[in-house]
């Protein structure tokens, strides 16, 4: 099982930008589809992003055209560069090693610890 290890969350204004980073202990992740989640207090988790082993992206309505989601799989590394935040945002942010079924992906089994980004008005 692959480990993560999540960074680059905090506080930010709206209209701010964070870039989060998942940092894979395998080797190399490049067979793995990879995707980044959030969850807000009492809200379920939701997919924001993911990235197939090819770098095809998908991303939820929400974040689509803030959100950029790559890979590097040469370091193990995967990013989600959010620009022009917004309250709404704010929430643990994961990422997860899993697959894609045509155009929907899975969560996979691998999970990091989450990193907490935080948008204020």
């Known amino acids: 099982q692959v480990q993560l290890v999540e960074s680059g969350g905090g506080l930010v204004q709206a209209g701010g930008s964070l870039r989060l980073s998942c940092a894979a202990s395998?080797?190399?992740?490049?067979?793995?589809?990879m995707g980044w989640y959030r969850q807000a207090p009492g809200k379920q988790r939701e997919l924001v992003a993911a990235?197939?082993?090819?770098?095809?992206?998908s991303y939820v309505d929400s974040v689509k055209g803030r959100f950029t989601i790559s890979r590097d799989n040469l370091e193990s590394t995967v990013y989600l560069q959010m620009n022009s935040l917004k309250p709404e945002d704010t929430a643990v942010y994961s990422c997860?090693?899993?697959?894609?079924?045509?155009?929907?992906?899975?969560?996979?089994?691998?999970w990091g610890q989450g990193t907490q980004v935080t948008v204020s008005s």
């Open positions: 395998a080797r190399t992740i490049s067979a793995n589809a």
């Open positions: 997860n090693a899993g697959y894609f079924h045509g155009e929907t992906y899975y969560s996979g089994g691998s």
């Open positions: 990235i197939s082993p090819g770098g095809s992206t």
